[in-house]
């Protein structure tokens, strides 16, 4: 979602003004009611499993090592179950034979809401330009990244009985599981909110 400095809709700086709680960038022309919510967008992932094994796929535009879940924006008039199929099918050519919900993930840093589900995907893998390469990863080797998709592979290995092994992109080494940190830290805190 770009953020606006100027109103969409008649070219008007926008302001900040306190609006359901919190400052929003608002248009103060007389007649034009152009509010920047800032809502989170809803991304649908995708834990892929084909032939036994678990899909992570490289975008193009990132570094070579870097592999995760197809994801993809739902289209107006589109469920979320037919959005993941439409997705996977556009980016890879597998058909999705069911999609079953794992659950609902922040992703905060970009402002997205992740929406993840498990799909069970036959046919023949191609690539869609998007995608540079991808991989088949047994779930008793999975590693997981520490960021929204990554808590959805978590659960969805965790709820089959497999190994949770988390690990640091950057350095490439295990790490614990940031979950329990970031709930350790959470305890008996209150939410702090000043509108
Ligand atoms: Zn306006």
């Given at each position: 979602?770009?953020?606006?400095?100027?109103?969409?809709h008649?070219?008007?700086?926008l302001?900040?003004?306190?609006?359901?709680?919190?400052?929003?960038?608002a248009c103060?022309?007389?007649?034009?009611?152009?509010?920047?919510?800032?809502?989170?967008?809803?991304v649908?992932?995708?834990?892929?499993?084909?032939?036994?094994?678990?899909?992570?796929?490289?975008?193009?535009?990132?570094?070579?090592?870097?592999?995760?879940?197809?994801?993809?924006?739902?289209?107006?008039?589109?469920?979320?179950?037919?959005?993941?199929?439409?997705?996977?099918?556009?980016?890879?050519?597998?058909?999705?034979?069911?999609?079953?919900?794992?659950?609902?993930?922040?992703?905060?840093?970009k402002?997205?809401?992740?929406?993840?589900?498990?799909?069970?995907?036959?046919?023949?893998?191609?690539?869609?330009?998007?995608?540079?390469?991808?991989?088949?990863?047994?779930?008793e080797?999975?590693?997981?990244?520490?960021?929204?998709?990554?808590?959805?592979?978590?659960?969805?290995?965790?709820?089959?009985?497999?190994?949770?092994?988390?690990?640091?992109?950057?350095?490439?080494?295990?790490?614990?599981?940031?979950?329990?940190?970031?709930?350790?830290?959470?305890?008996?805190?209150?939410?702090?909110?000043?509108?």
């Amino acid at each position: 979602m770009p953020s606006y400095r100027y109103c969409p809709h008649c070219g008007t700086p926008l302001m900040a003004l306190p609006m359901s709680g919190r400052e929003r960038m608002a248009c103060v022309q007389d007649g034009c009611q152009f509010v920047q919510w800032d809502n989170p967008l809803p991304v649908l992932a995708a834990v892929v499993e084909y032939e036994g094994k678990l899909l992570l796929a490289r975008n193009a535009a990132w570094p070579p090592s870097m592999y995760a879940l197809v994801t993809g924006f739902l289209e107006r008039d589109e469920t979320p179950e037919a959005g993941v199929a439409r997705e996977l099918k556009e980016e890879t050519n597998l058909d999705a034979q069911s999609v079953s919900l794992i659950g609902v993930y922040e992703f905060m840093r970009k402002n997205e809401l992740i929406i993840a589900y498990h799909v069970r995907a036959t046919g023949t893998i191609a690539l869609s330009e998007e995608l540079a390469d991808y991989k088949l990863v047994a779930p008793e080797k999975m590693r997981i990244w520490n960021a929204g998709t990554g808590f959805a592979v978590a659960d969805w290995l965790a709820a089959r009985g497999y190994p949770v092994r988390f690990f640091d992109r950057q350095t490439g080494e295990d790490i614990p599981d940031p979950r329990q940190a970031a709930r350790a830290e959470g305890a008996g805190a209150t939410l702090q909110y000043r509108p």
